[in-house]
């Protein structure tokens, strides 16, 4: 499985080895996002039914997920003019090499000058895992009424952990696409990298988004990722714990606000 969480500071008695023994289960996440007026907060939780187990660093736990797990999440706006909400839940099972997944959320706002509204959207999701480098699957959201196609691949590089992987993603009209790829790998020590790109196609146009992670040790790491154009985003993450760890993040997007955001999240494995 996959899971991308919180850093910043050195962790010092702690070998990859160890890391690479401790199982956790349970990750739960909160962040806080103040943009101008606005305060934007979200709490999310995700259960596996079987341990996972980290490769090399704190946070890197493989490409795409081949274990049952469920999530829920809690996001809401306090904006000058209004309030808005949204929970979600989601679970995926796994039967042999069957996946069988669904989601549901619920969004709710209310503004000044305007009526209340809730919306409810569900999805469902039917997968196979041909091997365990090899995910294809099917969903459907009755939000659009549409469906989409899915397949995800990863390939270990060596045996100490090192992968790249790949995932390629199409509405069942084709005429959406996206591809994304990323490469974990050790550089020397207790430093680690990871690269990432994505592409997407809608409506004619083109969108590249490219991102890159060093780690100072095992639980220290700064990221970058930008469009080259209107968007960049610089997090620093830090575990002070094995379990626990903190993140700072600096957004920008060339908008007519022109301002940026911070935000600042707090993270629990176990």
């Given amino acids: 499985m996959k899971k991308t969480f919180f850093t910043t500071l050195p962790l010092l008695f702690l070998s990859s080895a160890a890391i690479a023994n ?3 289960n349970t990750f739960i996440s909160a962040r806080v996002i103040k943009p101008n007026e606005t305060t934007n907060i979200s709490v999310a939780g995700q259960h596996y ?6 490769n090399g660093v704190y946070d890197e736990f493989g490409y795409f997920d081949t274990d049952s797990s469920i999530s829920a999440g809690y996001y809401s706006s306090d904006q ?5 909400s949204l929970q979600s839940i989601s679970g995926n099972y796994f039967h042999d090499k069957w996946l069988i997944g669904g989601s549901f959320s619920r969004l709710s706002y209310e503004f000044d000058n305007a ?10 999701k039917l997968g196979y895992l041909v091997n365990d480098n090899l995910l294809v699957s099917a969903l459907y959201n009755d939000d659009s009424g549409r469906g989409s196609f899915n397949a995800q691949y990863s390939h270990q590089l060596n045996p100490q952990g090192d992968y790249i992987g790949f995932s390629l993603s199409t509405n069942d009209d084709f005429d959406s696409v996206s591809l994304s790829s990323s490469y974990f790998g050790r550089l020397n020590g ?3 990298i990871r690269l990432g790109f994505d592409h997407s196609q809608q409506g004619g146009d083109d969108i590249n988004t490219y991102s890159g992670s060093y ?3 095992e639980g220290t790491s700064v990221s970058l990722s930008s469009d080259l154009d209107l968007y960049m985003n610089v ?3 830090h575990f002070i714990s094995q379990s626990t760890a ?6 920008y997007i060339d908008d007519s606000n022109g301002e940026g955001t911070f935000q600042v999240g707090l993270t629990s494995q176990f």
């Fill in 22 to 24: 401790h199982p956790v």
């Fill in 49 to 54: 039914f079987k341990s996972q187990i980290a």
């Fill in 80 to 84: 000058t003019n209004g309030l808005s």
């Fill in 115 to 124: 009526e209340s509204d809730t919306q409810s959207h569900t999805s469902v």
């Fill in 190 to 192: 207790d430093n680690y």
């Fill in 215 to 217: 780690y100072f040790s």
């Fill in 235 to 237: 997090t620093g993450k």
């Fill in 246 to 251: 903190i993140t700072i993040s600096y957004m």
